[in-house]
């Protein structure tokens, strides 16, 4: 009897902890080892405010297969090798190879293509021992947020084909979460990194499925939370960073170390730790956004308007991110890569 109320309270007290956790979708391109996306997601599982659902796949770094690999592989490299993974779009919903590289030709090259650009190779890290789910990414969204109404965020580092499939199965998805928070689109970054400096309304997760990007950023969302090329490229990945996560021992901080490069800028992880502690973001601004689709040399850029001026049709505001504290961002990441999952 004892060892039954024991089992009991056991249970009760889990139950109890998951209740009091902030639920979380995270979808993503995954490509890896290490980098941008994979480290996004580590942020994710190793907070212990934060119950991760499930991770969605979608093509954008990386082709969606490899990308599915190189995320099976990290979680089982991390001790989170219990998180279900689902396979999603493999391709964007209009925008194709074909016409990119034709635009290229009349109008001038993107600096990132993404899996455009990439020849699928073999996982240095290894092949993973465990497989995705049998259900597709959609569904899978759609259903986990039924099972959770006005419980779940929405997290959205890559492109939006996946978030755009499951609102069109399901009109109601968006207003059943608990709201979006995403990283695309450009304004105006300050910066003298030539890719944004001479096109500073290019960002590659927008631009990679513009109508997907369109049809997420009118969606009727609870709340729409955003975090710009502007905000991340004030952020970068730097060798004090990383060397700072290597001195630990736990299996996050041991595949970072092993497998993260300081070569860029922490475009998702600042969307993953602004959505775990918002007061990092130390500015933001209301404003409308949307995506050209017109198929000229703007297509995919990011559009953007004031309360005053945005146009007739239902734009939605979003709240953007506009700047951040950067001692503090970077305190957090630490410090989350480097505690045990």
Not at 2 to 8: M, R, S, T
Not at 39 to 46: C, E, G, K, T, V
Not at 84 to 90: E, L, S, T
Not at 266 to 276: F, G, K, Q, R, V
Request: charge should be negative.
């Amino acid at each position: 009897m004892k060892k039954l109320v024991f089992a009991l309270l056991v249970s009760a007290c889990i139950a109890a902890c998951h209740a009091q956790k902030r639920l979380v979708l995270i979808d993503q391109d995954g490509a890896g080892p290490g980098g941008t996306d994979q480290m996004s997601i580590l942020a994710l599982l190793q907070a212990p405010q934060v119950r991760v659902l499930g991770i969605t796949m979608v093509t954008g770094d990386g082709w969606r297969d490899e990308e599915t690999l190189h995320t099976l592989r990290m979680l089982e490299l991390t001790g989170h090798a219990d998180i279900p993974v689902a396979k999603g779009a493999d391709h964007p919903l209009i925008r194709d190879r074909e016409e990119t590289l034709l635009s290229a030709g009349l109008y001038g090259r993107a600096e990132w293509l993404g899996a455009w650009q990439r020849v699928p190779a073999p996982l240095p890290e290894g092949n993973p021992s465990i497989k995705p789910i049998d259900e597709d990414a959609a569904d899978f969204l759609v259903r986990q947020v039924h099972a959770h109404p006005h419980e779940v965020t929405i997290f959205a580092a890559g492109p939006l084909t996946n978030i755009a499939l499951a609102i069109s199965i399901d009109p109601d998805f968006a207003t059943l979460t608990r709201g979006i928070v995403l990283m695309g689109g450009s304004l105006n970054p300050v910066t003298s990194d030539p890719e944004f400096a001479n096109d500073p309304r290019h960002e590659f997760n927008f631009w990679f499925d513009p109508e997907a990007a369109h049809i997420v950023l009118h969606a009727d969302w609870p709340s729409i939370e955003v975090t710009t090329a502007d905000v991340s490229l004030k952020a970068p990945f730097t060798q004090s960073i990383l060397d700072a996560i290597a001195q630990s021992k736990t299996p996050a901080a041991r595949y970072i170390a092993r497998w993260s490069k300081p070569t860029s800028y922490m475009w998702d992880e600042l969307t993953a730790c602004a959505w775990i502690d918002p007061s990092i973001i130390t500015r933001r601004a209301k404003i409308y956004l949307d995506t050209d689709l017109s198929h000229g040399p703007d297509y995919g850029n990011t559009l953007s308007w004031t309360d005053k001026t945005r146009p007739g049709t239902e734009t939605r505001p979003v709240s953007a991110q506009m700047d951040v504290d950067v001692a503090r961002f970077d305190k957090l990441f630490v410090d989350l890569m480097t505690r045990e999952p």
